[in-house]
């Protein structure tokens, strides 16, 4: 039980220093709207260096390049949305 | 020799003058060439520029069609499908034992979302949960709240039917009114172990399943700075009273049934982020239900009767891919309150309480979990969850998805489970749940909860479920 204790110690401590920009950040940055796109097209996106040019991704890192094909497919027009009363 | 001189510059100045304007005439003729192929070439661009328009134009046609038919398309359709297959024990308080090797069991969901206008949107979720090769009616399917949430036959319920009407959007208190059959069930944090996005909008510690009513959302993100802050305002009915005459037969509401009361319930709510995380969630709550009704689905009795008075607060957390590592985590607590009147229906007796007893009855529970994404790609996910519940801990979540309604438990709850993402929409889940229960009348209202170590009777004691589930989301 105290393994495990200082186990999700380490991950909680872990998770906070393991990426300095959210994903969220990043797209705000980069002026995405993860619902102007369904899943397939941008997917599409990240397999076209001239797109990933024009949306500049291409000069992401890879790592980043996955976070934001991640947020971005997981928020598209199509994905699953939450479902909950009057938010706007 | 003067005038020989003088000639031979004047030739000399006559043959500079020719060759000057042999030099003009040449410069002038590829002018001239240079011009007609410019014009060539003006007209080639413009006999292009013309087809191109056409071809825009017969775009904008095409574009058009498809346009219209987008517009036709005034219903979006997304299903939900689950497969079951539980594998239980049950442990009763007179020391036998109840066991089935395969209960399974299907729940179809269709969901038909429309967009009636810019500041109005319409939800509706389909549902028919029920056992394979079982057409059974469940006794407690006919219940309102539970209708669609427990498996039963095979007929379609309407889990869900709701608009929202969006007020003041543009405004600093932007404002939305949701009216219908409410979004009420699956709320946080089933979402976890369903592998979902958060499908309702309220603790499912303190309420899971179907209900009427009218909610006010004011959206106080722009007066607080604060993103994702919401105050609700809730009114649902949780019962209404009506007879069905045998002897007239139009005459179904509106009768005076003088002992019974509607049951209205009213609830304030608060939800907000966890310190500005956006993929977090804080709901506070309070409702309140009146005149609890002893059984909804006996309205001509004369022995049934409203028990009191009963009331809820909650609070929980959520925090969701912390810090994009895959963990997720929350708690929720959870406190309630009965206020018997004293009336007893049959000899069932008062509300959490025996028969003419009008002492309060407090009860509390907490449920906290876990679960983490095992690989770079979040397709595999271990989870956790624990739940405990005192002796009057009393819910709304009697149409609990799972078979147990675990978060009702008066006593504890553990459950550990497995996701595999087969591809974007589907996922299989095999888990363990296992229900120690301390005392007996689980999410009953009628009736005082006692020690199951003291009863030598029917009462669950002790479940294990060994289960596989396959979800389907499209």
Redesign the interface.
């Known amino acids: 039980m105290k393994t495990l204790k200082i186990k999700?110690a380490l991950?909680?401590l872990?998770?906070?220093s393991?990426?300095a920009e959210?994903?969220?950040a990043l797209v705000k940055k980069l002026k995405l709207f993860p619902a102007s796109k369904a899943?397939v097209q941008w997917e599409r996106v990240f397999k076209s260096e001239r797109k990933m040019k024009r949306y500049k991704i291409a000069n992401l890192s890879m790592q980043d390049r996955?976070?934001l094909e991640?947020y971005l497919?997981n928020h598209a027009i199509d994905s699953?949305?939450?479902?909950?009363?009057?938010?706007? | 020799m003067y005038k020989k001189i003088l000639f031979g510059a004047l030739l000399a100045a006559l043959s500079t003058q020719s060759v000057n304007a042999q030099e003009q005439a040449t410069s002038i003729e590829d002018l001239q060439k240079e011009i007609t192929a410019l014009k060539e070439e003006l007209k080639s661009y413009s006999k292009k520029q013309k087809e191109n328009r056409q071809d825009i134009e017969d775009l904008y046609d095409y574009t058009e069609k498809t346009e219209t038919l987008v517009l036709q398309d005034k219903l979006k359709l997304s299903l939900g499908y689950k497969v079951n297959m539980d594998n239980f024990s049950k442990k009763l308080a007179d020391g036998t034992e109840v066991r089935n090797n395969s209960v399974f069991s299907s729940k179809f969901m269709l969901n038909i979302k429309a967009d009636i206008a810019e500041n109005m949107k319409f939800y509706t979720r389909f549902s028919m949960y029920k056992y394979w090769g079982n057409g059974r009616v469940h006794q407690y399917s006919s219940y309102d709240n539970m209708q669609g949430r427990v498996p039963s036959v095979s007929t379609l319920f309407v889990e869900r039917a709701y608009f929202d009407w969006f007020l003041n959007r543009e405004g600093k208190l932007p404002f939305a009114l949701t009216i219908g059959r409410l979004p009420t069930s699956d709320g946080p944090s089933q979402q976890f172990k369903a592998n979902t996005t958060r499908k309702g909008t309220y603790s499912a510690l303190l309420y899971d399943g179907a209900s009427d009513g009218i909610v006010g959302t004011i959206n106080l993100s722009k007066v607080t700075n604060y993103d994702g802050t919401y105050l609700r305002l809730g009114y649902a009915k949780g019962y209404l009273y009506t007879e069905q005459s045998p002897y007239v037969t139009n005459a179904f509401i509106g009768t005076d049934n003088k002992n019974l009361k509607d049951t209205d319930v009213y609830g304030i709510f608060l939800d907000t982020k966890f310190f500005g995380m956006k993929r977090s969630l804080i709901q506070l709550s309070y409702s309140k239900m009146f005149n609890v009704i002893a059984n909804q689905l006996d309205p001509n009795s004369k022995q049934n009767t409203n028990l009191g008075d009963f009331s809820m607060y909650g609070a929980m957390l959520e925090l969701n891919d912390i810090k994009e590592t895959g963990l997720d985590l929350f708690t929720h607590f959870g406190y309630s309150q009965a206020y018997p009147n004293g009336n007893s229906y049959a000899n069932f007796g008062s509300l959490l309480s025996n028969a003419n007893e009008t002492d309060q009855k407090n009860g509390y529970a907490v449920w906290v979990g876990t679960r983490y994404a095992l690989d770079k790609k979040k397709t595999v996910k271990l989870g956790a969850e624990y739940n405990h519940g005192s002796k009057n801990w009393t819910s709304l979540t009697q149409g609990a998805f799972d078979f147990y309604n675990k978060l009702s438990t008066r006593g504890d709850a553990y459950e550990a489970y497995l996701i595999y993402e087969i591809n974007r929409n589907a996922d299989i889940r095999i888990g363990y749940l296992t229900i120690d229960y301390k005392y007996s009348k689980s999410a009953w209202f009628v009736g005082e909860s006692q020690e199951i170590a003291n009863l030598t009777t029917k009462d669950v004691d002790r479940v294990d479920s060994f289960y596989l589930k396959m979800s389907i989301n499209y």
């Open positions: 999700l991950i909680l872990l998770s906070i393991v990426h959210s994903v969220e899943m996955e976070r991640e497919i699953d949305t939450p479902t909950v009363a009057g938010e706007i």
